[in-house]
C-alpha cells in the first residue's frame, strides 16, 4: 500500500511515517503547506514525491492518506480523499463534534472506501489483554478512573490551544480517557464535567469529568496541559481490578505492565517492547484489502465524539448532561 501523508506534523514525523516504513507498506509522498518543510521531512524519511499542497496529493499515486492535520480539518480532507478514491486513516479526533463524525462516516461510507481512527492505544496488546481481563474476571464494572496529563510548552501558534482549530485537553488527550473508559463500560448515558481555560487561549487546558452507565456505574476523567505527565487507567469491578500505567503511549524499553487483582491475589502481566504505531498501520492495510471494519472505524469514533460533547456541553452549562 502506498500512504499519502496529509501533514508534516510532529505526531507523523516521529511516530506514524516511521510506523508505516517499519511494515511492508510504503511512503509514497507528502504534503504541507510549506513546500521547504516538506522537502525536509521527505528527506528524512525518504519519501519520493514532495506534493505542492494538500490537493496535489490526493492525485500522487497514492492508495490511503494518513491525516495528522489540525483537529478541525479532519473532517474536511477526509471527505476530499474519500472523494478521490482513497482509504483514509485520521488522527483522533475524527471531527470536531459527534455531528460532524456522523457526516464524514456517511460520507466515507458513501464512497466505499475503509475509514479508521488512528487511536493507536487499542493496537497495543496490553489494551487487548486489559479489556479481556476486565470481561473475565472483574465481574461488573462499576468504576474507571482515566486520566491523560502531560505539561503543554507555551510555543505561540500551537494548534492545540486554537479554538478555531478545535483544540483542548479534552480533545487532544481527553479522548484517550473517554475512549478507555468507553472500553470497559459501553456508552455513558449522563455526563458532568469542569474546565479551566489556564492560558486564556480560549480552549479547556484542563477539564475533569465524571460518565454515568447503566446500573450506577461511574467513570472520572481528567486531561490537562498544565501538570506532569500521567497516563493511567484503574478498573474497579464487583470481583476485582486492573490498572495500567502510562496507559496510552508507553515508551519504556522495558516493556509496559497490566496488574490485575481477584479472590485475593494479584496479577502482573509483562508485555515485551513493541510499535503500537506498526499494528495500528498494519491492522488498516489488513482492513483496507480483507474489506473488514477497523477496530476503531467511524461508528467508534462516532461514538466517542458523543461523550466528548457531553462532557463539553456540561462545563459550558455548569449541569449534568443526559446522553
Request: glycine share 10%; with cysteine.
Given at each position: 500500500m502506498r500512504f499519502g501523508i496529509l501533514s508534516t506534523a510532529n505526531i507523523a514525523d516521529g511516530s506514524v511515517v516511521p510506523a508505516i516504513r517499519a511494515t511492508e507498506h510504503e511512503v509514497h509522498a507528502v504534503a504541507s503547506r510549506n513546500q521547504e518543510r516538506a522537502a525536509a521531512f521527505a528527506d528524512r524519511h525518504d519519501v519520493p514525491v514532495v506534493c505542492d499542497g494538500y490537493e496535489a496529493l490526493l492525485d500522487a499515486d497514492v492508495d490511503a492518506v494518513y491525516i495528522p492535520l489540525p483537529n478541525a480539518l479532519h473532517a474536511e480532507w477526509t471527505c476530499r480523499a474519500a472523494d478521490a478514491g482513497l482509504d483514509v486513516l485520521c488522527e483522533k479526533p475524527l471531527a470536531s463534534d459527534a455531528d460532524e463524525a456522523v457526516e464524514v462516516v456517511q460520507h466515507c461510507r458513501n464512497a466505499d472506501v475503509t475509514l479508521m481512527e488512528a487511536f493507536m492505544y487499542r493496537y497495543h496488546p496490553r489494551t487487548e489483554r486489559a479489556i479481556e481481563v476486565a470481561d473475565r474476571h472483574l465481574g461488573d464494572v462499576q468504576h474507571v478512573h482515566a486520566a491523560f496529563n502531560f505539561p503543554l510548552p507555551d510555543r505561540p501558534g500551537?494548534?492545540?490551544?486554537?479554538?478555531?482549530?478545535?483544540?483542548?485537553?479534552?480533545?487532544?488527550?481527553?479522548?484517550?480517557?473517554?475512549?478507555?473508559?468507553?472500553?470497559?463500560?459501553?456508552?455513558?448515558?449522563?455526563?458532568?464535567?469542569?474546565?479551566?481555560?489556564?492560558?486564556?487561549?480560549?480552549?479547556?487546558?484542563?477539564?475533569?469529568?465524571?460518565?454515568?452507565?447503566?446500573?450506577?456505574?461511574?467513570?472520572?476523567?481528567?486531561?490537562?496541559?498544565?501538570?506532569?505527565?500521567?497516563?493511567?487507567?484503574?478498573?474497579?469491578?464487583?470481583?476485582?481490578?486492573?490498572?495500567?500505567?502510562?496507559?496510552?503511549?508507553?515508551?519504556?524499553?522495558?516493556?509496559?505492565?497490566?496488574?490485575?487483582?481477584?479472590?485475593?491475589?494479584?496479577?502482573?502481566?509483562?508485555?515485551?517492547?513493541?510499535?503500537?504505531?506498526?499494528?495500528?498501520?498494519?491492522?488498516?492495510?489488513?482492513?483496507?484489502?480483507?474489506?473488514?471494519?477497523?477496530?476503531?472505524?467511524?461508528?467508534?469514533?462516532?461514538?466517542?465524539?458523543?461523550?466528548?460533547?457531553?462532557?463539553?456541553e456540561a462545563a459550558r452549562t455548569d449541569s449534568s448532561v443526559s446522553l
Open positions: 500551537d494548534v492545540r490551544l486554537d479554538p478555531s482549530l478545535a483544540g483542548g485537553a479534552l480533545m487532544d488527550v481527553g479522548c484517550y480517557a473517554v475512549s478507555a473508559a468507553r472500553q470497559f463500560q459501553g456508552e455513558p448515558l449522563a455526563a458532568d464535567a469542569s474546565v479551566d481555560d489556564g492560558r486564556d487561549s480560549g480552549v479547556d487546558t484542563s477539564i475533569a469529568g465524571t460518565l454515568e452507565f447503566v446500573d450506577g456505574a461511574t467513570a472520572t476523567v481528567e486531561a490537562s496541559f498544565e501538570t506532569r505527565t500521567h497516563q493511567t487507567y484503574r478498573v474497579e469491578g464487583t470481583d476485582g481490578w486492573l490498572e495500567a500505567r502510562d496507559a496510552f503511549n508507553p515508551t519504556s524499553d522495558d516493556g509496559t505492565v497490566l496488574r490485575w487483582g481477584t479472590d485475593g491475589r494479584t496479577v502482573e502481566e509483562e508485555f515485551d517492547p513493541i510499535d503500537q504505531y506498526r499494528l495500528e498501520v498494519e491492522h488498516f492495510a489488513d482492513c483496507v484489502e480483507s474489506g473488514e471494519q477497523p477496530r476503531t472505524d467511524g461508528e467508534e469514533a462516532v461514538a466517542n465524539m458523543r461523550a466528548i460533547d457531553g462532557l463539553y
